[in-house]
């Protein structure tokens, strides 16, 4: 079924946005900032488990969580571990929710408007795995600036 497919390709780049975040030298490397980059290594990671827990964990399975988007960014000083965690434990929403999702469930609808239009589930989903690998790259590209 697509829905195994896509939870696999989620689970492996989250596992590696996890493996990036503890691959930092330190935990400070993980929050600089230098000229030209906005967000640091940590924060990055913090608005991808954010992303993953709102729109995975509450919107389309049933969680309690509530997002705090500005949060994502503006915190600072979390150690590699917590932020890597919160990636990994990202991952097992995103395994749970596909888990048990069918293909027709894939073609429905999304629950919420993106960008003031009706998408379906797939087209949401397919969404939220381009911009985990965006923030993915620029992990990287932040870890091995600062490293």
Known sequence: MLNHSIRDLFVRDLRSAAEEIDSYPSDESLWEVREGINNSGGNLG???????NHFFGSVLGSSDYERNRDL???SKGASREAVSDALRNAAG???DVLDS?????LRNDFPEQFGGKTVSNAWMIAHLLTHLN???GQINYHRRLVG
């Open 46 to 52: 913090l608005h991808l488990a954010g992303n993953i």
């Open 72 to 74: 994502e960014f503006s």
């Open 93 to 95: 929403v995103v395994q």
């Open 101 to 105: 999702m069918s293909d027709e469930d």
């Open 134 to 136: 965006y923030h993915l």
